[in-house]
């Protein structure tokens, strides 16, 4: 998974913020986080829906059992920077949503055109987290 990790951001970098590859777009930003027990620092692709607030991040994996990693550094480190397509770098703050705040959050991510989302759902038994990156 490194090496499409590591191909998706040198093209996320060359282009400013589009991908080609999957048909991305630019629907991306880049996580730079800090490893829960590694104190690493990491950076991950993932899909990003815009609010008012700032993004919208979902959890999925894919549908695996279990949560990515980039989850757990986000909830023991919750302060991160984000390179996204229209704003360069940007300061967030992640906020795991509950309830009725995640369940829209997944609705959203779900609609989504052509989205693989809803299959994702389908492949697990664990509740997908979603989180929201907030401006700081």
Known sequence: MSDWNDEIIEEFRRTGGTVERAGFGRDLVLLHHVGARSGEVRVS?????????????AASKGGAPDNPAWFHNLV???DIEIETPDDGNVGVHAVRLTGAARDEGWARFTSLPGSSFASYEAKTDRVI???ELRRR
Do not use: E, K, N, S
């Open 129 to 131: 987290p979603v989180l």
């Open 76 to 78: 023991a480190h919750p």
């Open 45 to 57: 692709p993932v899909r990003a829906i815009p609010t008012d607030d700032g993004w919208l991040i």
